[in-house]
């Protein structure tokens, strides 16, 4: 994948299984300017350790260094879409039917991503001395309606 990428003085190149490569890390602590996470964090939560992740990527950033954690598939969100009347009319036209989205709220979801683990994520870097949002995603992003943004920044 990093062969892929184009060459540019800026940008260092380091292939390992991320974050579970403290030597190559730590040499980088305070250093990263830019950390973009796009659409892969749902696998980091079902496949690795989150936190680690999280912890890892906290420590790389440089004063000013900002971390993207873009794409999430939050599950509490779509629910509150579905339950909603335009939800119910996205979810009616989108599978040809006349019936209403089952949505069932307070249940427990074993490997999905929900509002609980997305304030979790911010807290966690607010206590540790960063600034972190979650942020709505553009609406006319695709899914939108049932995923979110953090964007976490070291001050």
């Known amino acids: 994948m990093l062969e892929l990428l184009p060459e540019n003085k800026a940008v260092r190149k380091i292939?390992?299984?991320y974050p579970n490569c403290p030597d190559l890390l730590?040499?980088?602590?305070?250093?990263v300017d830019v950390i973009l996470c796009y659409s892969v964090f749902h696998y980091i939560v079902a496949e690795s350790n989150?936190?680690?992740f999280l912890d890892q990527s906290l420590m790389l950033l440089a004063a000013g260094g900002a971390m993207l954690i873009g794409d999430i598939p939050n599950i509490s969100k779509r629910k509150r879409f579905f339950d909603s009347s335009a939800g119910k009319a996205y979810h009616r036209d989108f599978m040809d039917t006349d019936q209403d989205p089952e949505v069932k709220f307070n249940c427990v979801e074993p490997g999905s991503i929900d509002d609980s683990?997305?304030?979790?994520?911010?807290l966690r870097a607010r206590l540790a001395g960063f600034d972190a949002y979650i942020l709505p995603q553009d609406r006319r992003l695709p899914m939108a309606n049932r995923r979110e943004d953090i964007l976490i920044i070291r001050p």
């Open 15 to 17: 292939a390992a299984y």
């Open 26 to 31: 730590s040499e980088l602590y305070g250093t």
């Open 50 to 52: 989150m936190w680690n």
């Open 117 to 122: 683990l997305m304030v979790g994520i911010v």
